[in-house]
């Protein structure tokens, strides 16, 4: 017997194609980030932690479990509310959520009204448990912390959706903290589209560097940040918790003719007539008038090729490393940007929809979990040879797999597809998480 929905393929006759296979997963590496979650506890911590302000006490589905559902669907790139119908009788996603059937998207949009700001706090201290833990599984020696800013657009009537004169958009404007060198997201912060990149970036930071300074005392911490963030309370943070600092400062008149009588030596001691490039470093004292005391200026004197003339780019910090090493330091601060396109394109942190603006604060912290769990799991769970894979070759070759739910007595099997290529970095990642030590 046919079914209705077979269709048979024009190609070859002999083909046909229906939708009728069983219980069957594209998402199997689902299981992987579970055996993960049960490691680390996340799941438990967001149990634990999540209080949100919600006068039904009858649930079919709690507040906890909706979060969690959510920070799963964005691991498999299931960002939309909507996503959640579709998948409300996915078998992987129910085993580890330990549900019969998950919560469609009107009970998520439900949820999504009734967060608020200790909402925000709470999530915020649920990843700063969690960078807790995985920093005992592998310690930093240093902490680069590097700060931008960036543009969330919007379309509709968010609150604090405002115009922005630099990107020239429409949205929000969050400060966000990367590690440069692990590239979890130590810390984001949703803000009105309109205000300037530095705006209370002291408050923002400041409870990091205390956080750090006592879960790893042994630890180096570096501020990293562009001009936007040539502020001099934000040197004086530093300076008093015994911070290094590396921040591009704005070019000006007064660093130029600081910078003016080492050129004047170049051209003495090189011949810098020709149109080859070149590039120099030094470095010099100078205190700026808002300053309260002087500091150190790296600047780094570049002759393009064709040029005749010296670009200069000035950088201020407390690090005594050579000119050029310094000047090398800040340059690495191009991680962040990719840092940021993964947090956008793998893990939707654009999509600000909801019109509460801590909604939509809340949901950038949901979403800043979902990216650091996937990070963790690469930096901590995967091969050598793949733990510097993004977000879209991980759910290529570990997460859409194919597989069979088998209910047999006590047991769920789940029967993964014999032809898949990574067979071996799935038994791989499994045995390293086995190896982990289990929190919570």
Same mark, same amino acid.
């Given at each position: 017997?046919?079914?209705?929905?077979?269709?048979?393929?024009?190609?070859?006759?002999?083909?046909?194609?229906?939708?009728?296979?069983?219980?069957?997963?594209?998402?199997?590496?689902?299981?992987?980030?579970?055996?993960?979650?049960?490691?680390?506890?996340?799941?438990?911590?967001?149990?634990?932690?999540?209080?949100?302000?919600?006068?039904?006490?009858?649930?079919?589905?709690?507040?906890?479990?909706?979060?969690?559902?959510?920070?799963?669907?964005?691991?498999?790139?299931?960002?939309?509310?909507?996503?959640?119908?579709?998948?409300?009788?996915?078998?992987?996603?129910?085993?580890?959520?330990?549900?019969?059937?998950?919560?469609?998207?009107?009970?998520?949009?439900? *949820?999504?009204?009734?967060? +608020?700001?200790?909402?925000?706090?709470? !999530?915020?201290?649920? %990843?700063? /448990?969690? =960078? $807790?833990?995985?920093?005992?599984?592998?310690?930093?020696?240093?902490?680069?912390?590097?700060?931008?800013?960036?543009?969330?657009?919007?379309?509709?009537?968010?609150?604090?959706?405002?115009?922005?004169?630099?990107?020239?958009?429409?949205?929000?404007?969050?400060?966000?903290?990367?590690?440069?060198?692990?590239?979890?997201?130590?810390?984001?912060?949703?803000?009105?589209?309109?205000?300037?990149?530095?705006?209370?970036?002291?408050?923002?930071?400041?409870?990091?560097?205390?956080?750090?300074?006592?879960?790893?005392?042994?630890?180096?911490?570096?501020?990293?940040?562009?001009?936007?963030?040539?502020?001099?309370?934000?040197?004086? *943070?530093?300076?008093?918790? +015994?911070?290094?600092?590396?921040?591009? !400062?704005?070019?000006? %008149?007064? /660093?130029? =003719? $600081?910078?003016?009588?080492?050129?004047?030596?170049?051209?003495?001691?090189?011949?810098?007539?020709?149109?080859?490039?070149?590039?120099?470093?030094?470095?010099?004292?100078?205190?700026?008038?808002?300053?309260?005391?002087?500091?150190?200026?790296?600047?780094?004197?570049?002759?393009?090729?064709?040029?005749?003339?010296?670009?200069?780019?000035?950088?201020?910090?407390?690090?005594?490393?050579?000119?050029?090493?310094?000047?090398?330091?800040?340059?690495?601060?191009?991680?962040?940007?990719?840092?940021?396109?993964?947090?956008?394109?793998?893990?939707?942190?654009?999509?600000?929809?909801?019109?509460?603006?801590?909604?939509?604060?809340?949901?950038?912290?949901?979403?800043?979990?979902?990216?650091?769990?996937?990070?963790?799991?690469?930096?901590?769970?995967?091969?050598?040879?793949?733990?510097?894979?993004?977000?879209?070759?991980?759910?290529?070759?570990?997460?859409?797999?194919?597989?069979?739910?088998?209910?047999?007595?006590?047991?769920?099997?789940?029967?993964?597809?014999?032809?898949?290529?990574?067979?071996?970095?799935?038994?791989?990642?499994?045995?390293?998480?086995?190896?982990?030590?289990?929190?919570?």
């Amino acid at each position: 017997m046919h079914s209705v929905n077979e269709q048979t393929m024009h190609f070859n006759k002999s083909v046909k194609v229906n939708f009728e296979g069983g219980n069957l997963t594209s998402d199997a590496g689902w299981l992987l980030y579970k055996e993960f979650d049960e490691k680390i506890g996340l799941s438990q911590a967001i149990t634990d932690h999540l209080n949100v302000n919600d006068p039904n006490r009858h649930h079919i589905h709690f507040n906890d479990d909706v979060i969690i559902q959510k920070i799963y669907q964005h691991i498999a790139g299931y960002h939309a509310d909507d996503h959640a119908d579709e998948l409300r009788h996915e078998p992987v996603l129910t085993t580890i959520l330990g549900k019969e059937v998950l919560a469609s998207q009107p009970t998520i949009s439900r *949820l999504n009204q009734k967060l +608020d700001k200790e909402t925000m706090k709470q !999530l915020q201290s649920v %990843n700063s /448990l969690m =960078q $807790k833990r995985v920093d005992i599984i592998q310690p930093k020696e240093n902490i680069m912390m590097d700060l931008d800013s960036t543009n969330l657009a919007t379309y509709g009537e968010q609150h604090g959706s405002a115009f922005n004169t630099h990107y020239q958009a429409q949205g929000y404007h969050p400060l966000m903290m990367f590690d440069g060198l692990t590239g979890d997201c130590l810390k984001a912060e949703l803000r009105a589209g309109h205000v300037y990149t530095s705006r209370q970036v002291v408050r923002f930071v400041g409870p990091e560097i205390k956080r750090y300074r006592k879960q790893s005392p042994w630890a180096t911490l570096c501020i990293r940040g562009d001009s936007g963030f040539a502020i001099p309370a934000l040197y004086q *943070l530093a300076e008093t918790h +015994d911070v290094h600092y590396v921040i591009r !400062l704005k070019a000006n %008149n007064v /660093l130029k =003719q $600081k910078a003016q009588p080492f050129e004047d030596e170049l051209w003495k001691q090189f011949d810098l007539n020709t149109t080859e490039a070149k590039v120099f470093y030094t470095s010099f004292d100078y205190q700026a008038r808002a300053w309260d005391k002087p500091r150190r200026v790296v600047v780094k004197m570049e002759k393009p090729e064709g040029e005749l003339f010296f670009t200069y780019t000035f950088i201020v910090t407390n690090m005594g490393l050579s000119p050029k090493n310094i000047v090398k330091l800040y340059a690495n601060r191009g991680t962040m940007e990719n840092f940021i396109k993964e947090a956008k394109n793998g893990f939707a942190f654009d999509q600000m929809s909801s019109p509460s603006f801590y909604s939509n604060a809340t949901k950038l912290q949901l979403m800043v979990l979902a990216y650091n769990f996937n990070n963790w799991f690469r930096r901590l769970c995967l091969p050598r040879t793949m733990n510097k894979n993004r977000i879209d070759n991980i759910r290529l070759k570990l997460l859409k797999i194919a597989g069979k739910l088998v209910r047999s007595g006590r047991y769920l099997t789940f029967k993964l597809c014999s032809s898949c290529l990574y067979q071996k970095a799935y038994w791989q990642t499994l045995r390293t998480i086995h190896h982990l030590p289990r929190f919570g």
